[in-house]
């Protein structure tokens, strides 16, 4: 694992991992730490990893952008927010559209771009302390980093909405009931379940999922026709492939499949 400016990063087992262990500053993303978490998610993607697994250190797994540094930039903050945003926003695309699955482990409050951090996951696990605070428009901004696209795609616009204006704290029991996240842990269990989580996803079929990844990222706007020739496209290319070789004749020995990402 490398580390750098309170970010831990590298390939363990096919699974890609990447730390915010910033704790001391809630795990705050500032200009530094932005471009180092950048370079994780790039070498990480790079090292074709089977799952990846983004977590948090600490008691607070994100709580969004460093406001020290806003205050500190003053009448330079919009050049603040390019200079972050400009590197930052291209790379959670990258993250998001890879094609591994991508479990994020949620282990406390989050807030301002840790927002989008912690829902871009295809899975989201979090800890019983986990609340979710947007804060935004508290302070007189307006959201970054995806919060506003992943909040949006997992309670619905309107909530979303709501949530965005007000900047209420919502606890995890109601994360969980709007859709927010997907699952709650007891602060002490939640590295275990997202450990497990990340090597079953690791151990299985990475085609069968990216080919999944890409057809229900674009299925709201994309016509049924175009929908159905995309399944039969990529249902062929998959069943070109050893995994799916392996799938087959292991439901048919009534085995557990052993997929090698081939």
Same mark, same amino acid.
């Given at each position: 694992m490398q580390q750098s400016e309170g970010i831990a990063w590298g390939l363990d087992g096919g699974i890609g991992r990447i730390t915010l262990k910033r704790p001391e500053r809630a795990n705050a993303i500032g200009r530094t730490s932005a471009g180092v978490l950048v370079r994780a998610i790039d070498e990480?993607?790079?090292?074709?990893?089977?799952a990846i697994l983004l977590a948090g250190e600490g008691r607070?797994?994100? +709580?969004? @952008?460093?406001i020290e540094e806003f205050v500190a930039a003053?009448?330079?903050?919009?050049e603040l927010v390019d200079d972050i945003l400009d590197r930052l926003h291209p790379a959670l695309l990258?993250?998001?559209a890879q094609p591994a699955p991508l479990v994020v482990a949620v282990n406390g409050p989050v807030g301002g771009a840790g927002v989008g951090l912690?829902?871009?996951g295809d899975f989201v696990l979090a800890a019983e302390s986990m609340k979710l605070r947007t804060g935004y428009a508290a302070i007189g901004l307006s959201?970054?980093?995806?919060?506003?696209?992943?909040?949006?795609?997992?309670v619905g616009p309107v909530r979303a909405q709501q949530m965005l204006m007000l900047?209420?704290?919502?606890?995890?029991?109601?994360?969980? +009931?709007? @859709?927010?996240?997907d699952a709650l842990y007891p602060d002490a269990e939640l590295p275990t379940a997202a450990e497990a989580l990340a090597a079953r996803l690791a151990d299985g079929a990475s085609a069968s999922f990216a080919g999944i990844k890409a057809?229900?990222?674009g299925a709201p706007g994309r016509a049924f026709e175009k929908h159905l020739a995309m399944e039969q496209r990529l249902l062929r290319e998959r069943a070109c492939n050893a995994d799916a070789r392996e799938g087959v004749a292991a439901f048919v020995a009534k085995r557990a499949p052993r997929f090698t990402g081939r």
């Open positions: 990480v993607i790079g090292a074709k990893p089977r607070v797994f994100c +709580a969004g @952008g460093d003053g009448e330079a903050l919009p990258r993250l998001s912690a829902l871009c959201p970054d980093a995806g919060a506003s696209y992943f909040l949006a795609r997992r900047s209420d704290a919502i606890d995890g029991e109601r994360c969980l +009931a709007w @859709g927010a996240v057809l229900c990222a």
